[in-house]
């Protein structure tokens, strides 16, 4: 993958400042690849950066333009097509996690084409992974793992990073998921790994490292979601490891997308979870739970996670409201 | 997938009988697909079929040439080449398991879209899969899992689905691989299948039956191997079985292609799978287990299945040695 940076964040017609939430996840996790912002007519996201034209932004440094904004009814419209045809024939690069491909398009191939530049269609893998050996690596690992989908794995992994960095210490966030990827220009598109490769592709992306060095890999599914169970568990077995945060988000009636699907609780969670990872890597321990209460007020936030802290005796925190520093210190003292 | 039967079996220059071991599964278990072989200089392997040649086969109503051999080096040699492409010339389709595809043989594929007729590539899916909803089906469903790949989990689906039907219960054998998928000329190969969608295809292969049915499902890899862990979740939780049939071969000094990982026993087995099964069937039992006893002497085998037996206190058999008679009567009996 290894997208060029730093970027210029195309935000197209975004109608609002969720639609270029890729966008605002470069800014917030990777400010110094964010030099400038691209609008169209009608934008209304702002992501507080320099408005560019193609020119400035070259001149500035940009490598590539990233598409940070979902496109209305999966098409690529002539208006977006005019700058970024512009874009390629002014020497920049193209990256997109549009369900739609770069390149798919035909414009958009031929002119890549004729002029050398590489469209990173970061939804769809770019390299032969191998088939997992299970060999132990060096370097430490850390996997979040959640009771449901989308509950907060990548934002625990990818807070705690800028936290250990701030320390000094040698950590690394390895993106598994579209957004990571475009964030961090680099990872794996797990989802869209074939089968047989999926826990070498993790194996792949989390290689032998300083024994200091901790990997801090973006969870996906889990382990009791059925549509994507099996994704979870090769994250397992792919990682082989150290430590697990449990991830979860205490307001779900059910699982994603699956009426009939209680949440499992968290200590289920934990022993599942622990009992799979041990399989490849026998020191494995649970050392923290993070939780998301984006829909809890403050009182019942730190009452919740009060509550569980004490139930499971493991650091409890929202690594939103109240930062990851305390999953940090539990990784530390492994 | 859906390969027109039946078949006539292309044995090429096997040196052997093993190298056959495909066209010899399609023998045993489909003989009524089996019309004849087809075989070149020097070819080893004989399956007691009639040799046919290209016309003989058409006159008799053989549709498809099926590779059943598997080719030296990965090539597919010019020997072959002349017999495949008239079997399309004369109207045949083609199957074929091989690692290398026949549509990416650019003679094959010329010839087969003149002639209108279907190159099948086992290895590699035919079909849009959905993802996994999760929902309940009618019907009933047998998965078989094992403590390692390669232990029997095929032989013991395909070996109960021809009891079951002599016995004049409604079942049917459900492929999850190449092998399985020529035999049937049907299935998902699930190995190669992306990995979101691998659950959905799952659910797309068993879907729902009549409440007395049995989908008798192909088990892939295992929880225990890390290669290939993600793949079997997939299918426990896409299969959403009701009954459970534990593999095992007993000789193994360690998981396959992994000389670090001990093999679990079937008592982990058994409580890993029900509970991980029981999140997509809470009713799901474990209701027999399968021995390959293939290593051992016969006095060893049947002092092996009767300790099993009495430390499970479920019935365990060699569906090899003693047929798979008793296993049946366990689903019979759910």
């Known amino acids: 993958m290894s997208i060029a940076t730093p970027y210029l964040l195309f935000l197209g017609d975004a109608p609002d400042q969720l639609a270029a939430k890729v966008a605002q996840g470069i800014r917030d996790w990777r400010p110094e690849f964010a030099l400038g912002q691209i ?3 009608g934008c209304r996201a702002d992501l507080g950066l320099p408005d560019m034209s193609l020119a400035e932004a070259k001149a500035a440094g940009a490598k590539t333009v990233v598409i940070g904004v ?5 098409v690529i419209s002539q208006a977006w097509k005019k700058v970024l045809v512009q874009a390629l024939e002014e020497g920049f690069d193209l990256a997109s996690g549009l369900h739609n491909l770069l390149r798919d398009e035909e414009d958009l191939a031929a002119v890549a084409r004729a002029t050398g530049r590489t469209l990173h269609d970061v939804r769809v893998p770019s390299v032969k992974y191998p088939i997992a050996n299970g060999v132990k690596r060096s370097g430490k690992r850390m996997l979040a793992i959640g009771t449901d ?5 990548m934002y625990t992994a990818i807070a705690m990073e800028r936290v250990m960095r701030e320390r000094g210490l040698n950590a690394d966030f390895r993106a598994t998921g579209q957004t990571g990827i475009l964030i961090t220009g680099d990872g794996v598109p797990l989802d869209a790994v074939i089968a047989d490769f999926m826990a070498g592709s993790i194996e792949w992306l989390t290689p032998d490292n300083d024994p200091n060095h901790w990997d801090l890999i973006e969870g996906q599914g889990s382990l009791f979601h059925v549509s994507y169970s099996g994704v979870t568990l090769a994250l397992i ?10 991830c979860h988000e205490p307001t779900r009636p059910h699982m994603r997308g699956l009426p009939d699907y209680p949440l499992p609780t968290l200590e289920a969670l934990r022993d599942l979870g622990l009992q799979l990872a041990r399989v ?3 020191a494995c321990r649970v050392v923290g739970i993070s939780i998301n209460t984006a829909a809890m007020t403050q009182p019942e936030a730190e009452a919740y996670c009060a509550e569980v802290e004490a139930r499971m005796g493991l650091p ?11 999953l940090v210190d539990a990784l530390a003292a492994l």
């Open 39 to 41: 609008r169209l007519e």
């Open 70 to 74: 979902a496109n209305r009814g999966g």
């Open 149 to 153: 989908c989308s509950v907060g794995k």
């Open 237 to 246: 077995h792919g990682g082989q490891p150290d430590a697990l945060i449990l």
């Open 280 to 282: 490849a890597n026998p």
């Open 316 to 326: 409890t925190v929202d690594p939103v409201r109240h930062g990851p520093g305390r």
